[in-house]
């Protein structure tokens, strides 16, 4: 059975995978051999001459880039940190309003203070839980976008069983979506 674009049923798909490392690739090409070589891959590529060129097949290969690994205590650290510097600012501004509305400025810093430390130690538990949670899940990302097609035509991603349904073969699209 022959995949197509749900989107405007050109049967020129392909892998995503296959988009990614070309992109890649070519990224590589540019970096290695100045661009001359880039016009070799790009029919083969088929986005089209103006966007196989430089920054914007960088763009293509990060758009269709693989899921990643989350690296959560890192991220907790880098959130302590930020929570660390901006809650400075923060609590003094809330000292300065309540002390400007009349209830005391002391009353402003213990509630900013009392929030600061609640982010404190919130916000990168939250990061911890977000990221490993994600890398728990990063096997099934990875084969759901082991699983996409990109159209070669319109650039829509899609599912394989997206671009299998029999429905899918409907005329060209309104322009614009
Ligand atoms: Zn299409």
Redesign the pocket.
């Known amino acids: 059975m022959s995949l197509h674009?749900p989107?405007?049923?050109?049967e020129d798909v392909y892998r995503v995978a296959v988009a990614y490392e070309k992109g890649v690739q070519k990224t590589r090409s540019k970096t290695f051999m100045g661009g001359g070589l880039l016009s070799l891959f790009g029919p083969a590529f088929g986005i089209g001459a103006a966007v196989t060129r430089g920054r914007n097949t960088t763009l293509l290969a990060e758009r269709l880039a693989p899921p990643q690994k989350a690296h959560p205590i890192l991220a907790a650290i880098i959130t302590f940190f930020a929570v660390c510097f901006l809650g400075f600012p923060v609590d003094f501004a809330l000292a300065f309003f309540f002390g400007g509305i009349g209830l005391g400025q002391k009353v402003g810093l213990v509630i900013g203070g009392t929030i600061w430390l609640g982010c404190l130690i919130g916000l990168p538990i939250y990061a911890l839980y977000k990221g490993f949670q994600y890398n728990l899940r990063l096997p099934k990302a990875i084969a759901e976008w082991n699983n996409l097609y990109i159209?070669d035509?319109?650039?829509?991603v899609f599912t394989k069983e997206a671009g299998q349904s029999t429905t899918a073969n409907k005329p060209t699209p309104a322009p614009g979506l």
């Open positions: 674009c989107e405007c049923g050109s159209c035509r319109c650039g829509h």
